[in-house]
Every structure is written in C-alpha cells, then in structure tokens.
C-alpha cells in the first residue's frame, strides 16, 4: 500500500485539513475535490467498502434525512427555508459515505496531516490578531478603547470565522498537539510548548465560553489519563498558568469577558440583557423552553422554527420596551427538539453515542476530546446550522469513527 501513496496523496489529505479555514465556497469545492479524489484513488486500487461500514455511515448521517423528509413535508410557505436548511447540513450525509470508502487505504494518510489543522489555527490567528492590531494601532490610532466586543467585530470579518467557532478549532488544536505529538529532542519539546502557550492566548483573546468549558474538562482527564507522570508536567502546567494569568492581566477584553460570565452567577430582572451576552441567553433558553413546551412531542419543522421563534422575541420586546432582537436556538440540542420533536433529540444523542462508543472501544484520545469539545458547544450554538461548524464536524467525526485502529496516527508527523 506505501508504495503505491504519492504526493499527491498527501498534499490532498493537506488540503482537507485546511479547507475549513478557506472562504465559504472555496470550503465547499476544497471538500469535495478531495473527497471526490480519494473516493476515485480506492476504488481505481481495487478497494471496495464493507457493507457494514456503509449502513454505519448512513446512521451517522441519518439526520440529514430529517431534515430532507421535513422539508418536504413542509407546507409550502416555509418550503424553501426548509429546503435550505437541508442544503447547508448535506455534508452530514454524503461524508460519512466518503469515508467509510476511503478508510482503509487513506485513511491513515489524512490523520498523519492532522498537524496542518495546527498550522491553519496558527496562521489565521496570527492574521487576524495582526489585523485587529493594525485596526485599534494605526486606523484608529488608539483612541477607542479596547473591548471584547470590538476585538470580535474585528476578527470576524477579517478572518471569516465566529470566534465561537474558532475557538472550536482551537480547542482541537491544541487537544491535537497535547495527545499525538510526542517530541524527543529538547528543542522539539519547547516548540511544542510554545504552540501550545500560543493557542491557548488565542483562545482566551476569543474568549469563546464552551470550548474553554471542554477544555478544562479535557485537561481534567489529560492529567488524570497521565497521573502516574505528573511530576513532568508540573513545569508546563506552572508556565500555562502563567499564560491564563498573564492574559487576565494584560488583555483588558479579556478581563472584561471573564467579569460578563459573573452574570451567570446572580443578575436583576430589570437588566437590558442587550448589554451583556450572559443576559441574552438566558433570555434565548426561556425563548427556547417556551417553544419547546408546546411543541416538544413533533416539533414545528427547520422552515418555521425562526418563525416560531420571532414571534415570541417579538412580544418580548414589547413587553421591556425595547428591541431584544431577534435569534436562532443557540444550542444543537434545542435546534434539533423543537424542529423535530422527540424524534430528533433522540437521533442526535445516539449518533453523538455512536461516536462515543468508538472513541472508547478505539482507546483513541484525540477522538473523545473532539467529541467532548462538540457536545460541549452544542449546547451553546446551534453548530450544525453553519457551513464552519457542520463541515468541522463532519470530517473529523468521520474520518475517527472509519479510522482503523491499525491506521491510528499516534505521532505528530515533523
């Protein structure tokens, strides 16, 4: 099989660990080129997929089916929103297919590229860190005052990608360096620690509160998984402290984003919840459980959930006197509920169970991190929803679920 890999191989499975950094439509044309290559590689190679790897990759993409059906049984008002919607999450379907194609003789290759989704966190962080300071140091010439929210309203447009969702990717980032590269030379060591202090900087400058809400959980079973060397790790641990301390200190907005979350933790009714986003999801998970109440058992279809929505914000802002805006669910779980009723919920915790249950019978770490990292921020975005977090989502849980346990790349390639 080695000899017949060729760089072209490589630099493709390169590529589909960089696409979802790339501009929406370039995102979409990146994955399915190098799906489209690898499915036509195995099959020119004689390899032909198992039946039982099929009839698991349409179970992990069983949802998307949900929404096809509800599309179209929708009425035709709110047809075209369904149909939409349904658009957005295809690669839910189509990659677990790809992959259960491609796992055995590629499948390797691509997890030994997992080092360039670190190198793509790297570089549009430094990119948009670099621009926000060209913005607030040279455009602005300093006079406005730093602020978390102008350091997202930034770093968004510039970089493309919701500082959520980054963080996201971050997380995993920094999961990816911590569990499969394992440096034996010193130099490769404080390379390591390095990348590692500087994801975590980004992440915290982004100050997404789910991916660092996994991350501690992860960290937690890091030391737990390693108790028998922690001696070893007393030195990084002290220097990352060192790095979150620093960042409170020294980043004003990140302060400032720690001191909003201390709403989660006592806040008056009069508040303007339009001033603090803690403030706005308690308003959105009322929004949600209001809904939910009376359509928990069927739901009301992805075409008229906003719909469903919109009104109740509506009336909550005549009710305070002001405009509270307007919002989707905020939370996959919740999405998935009140757009398909039980049926849905369930669906999507056992696919979520599925994963978990290889990640265990796999032993493989990096896959249970990501699996936490997502069930995580699931319950704070609707991260199936958008082109950034579906694509995330399907290639990554699909390339672990039909990696081969022979295939796992347990070293960080140099």
Not at 115 to 126: A, M
Request: aromatic share 16%.
């Amino acid at each position: 099989m080695t000899k017949q890999i060729t760089p072209t191989d490589v630099v493709m499975a390169r590529l589909l660990m960089l696409c979802v950094f790339l501009p929406q439509r370039l995102q979409v044309f990146a994955a399915i080129g190098t799906s489209v290559y690898f499915v036509f590689r195995t099959l020119a190679m004689g390899y032909r997929p198992q039946r039982r790897d099929m009839l698991m990759a349409l179970l992990l993409g069983s949802t998307y089916f949900l929404y096809l059906a509800a599309a179209a049984l929708t009425d035709a008002p709110f047809r075209s929103a369904a149909f939409r919607v349904t658009e957005r999450v295809t690669s839910l379907a189509l990659l677990p297919v790809v992959f259960a194609i491609i796992s055995r003789p590629f499948s390797a290759i691509i997890a030994g590229q997992l080092r360039y989704f670190v190198y793509g966190c790297l570089i549009v962080c430094i990119m948009g860190n670099a621009d926000f300071l060209y913005h607030h140091l040279i455009a602005d010439k300093g006079m406005i005052p730093l602020s978390h929210v102008r350091y997202r309203m930034i770093f968004e447009p510039f970089t493309g990608i919701h500082p959520t969702y980054m963080g996201v990717y971050l997380s995993f980032a920094i999961c990816i360096a911590m569990v499969i590269w394992h440096p034996v030379r010193k130099w490769e060591r404080v390379v390591m620690y390095l990348t590692l202090y500087t994801l975590l900087l980004f992440l915290l400058a982004l100050f997404a509160k789910s991916p660092l809400l996994a991350l501690v959980v992860i960290a937690a079973h890091f030391l737990y998984h390693n108790r028998a060397m922690l001696r070893q790790y007393l030195l990084p641990a002290g220097i990352m402290g060192a790095v979150v301390a620093g960042a409170f200190a020294f980043i004003p907005f990140v302060r400032q984003r720690a001191v909003e979350m201390l709403g989660l933790f006592g806040s008056t009714g009069s508040e303007n919840i339009t001033q603090n986003s803690v403030h706005t999801r308690r308003l959105i998970w009322d929004t949600d459980v209001s809904v939910l109440h009376h359509y928990w058992l069927t739901g009301v279809g992805p075409g008229r959930l906003l719909q469903a929505l919109h009104q109740r914000y509506f009336f909550h802002s005549l009710y305070r006197g002001y405009a509270v805006g307007y919002f989707d669910p905020h939370s996959q779980y919740f999405s998935h509920w009140l757009s398909f009723g039980i049926a849905g919920i369930i669906l999507l915790v056992v696919v979520l169970l599925l994963h978990f249950g290889r990640a265990v019978t796999m032993a493989n770490r990096l896959y249970l991190y990501l699996l936490i990292i997502l069930t995580v921020t699931f319950f704070t975005e609707t991260f199936l929803l958008r082109q950034h977090g579906v694509l995330f989502y399907a290639i990554f849980t699909s390339l672990f679920f039909f990696l081969q346990q022979r295939d796992h790349a347990d070293e960080l390639p140099r």
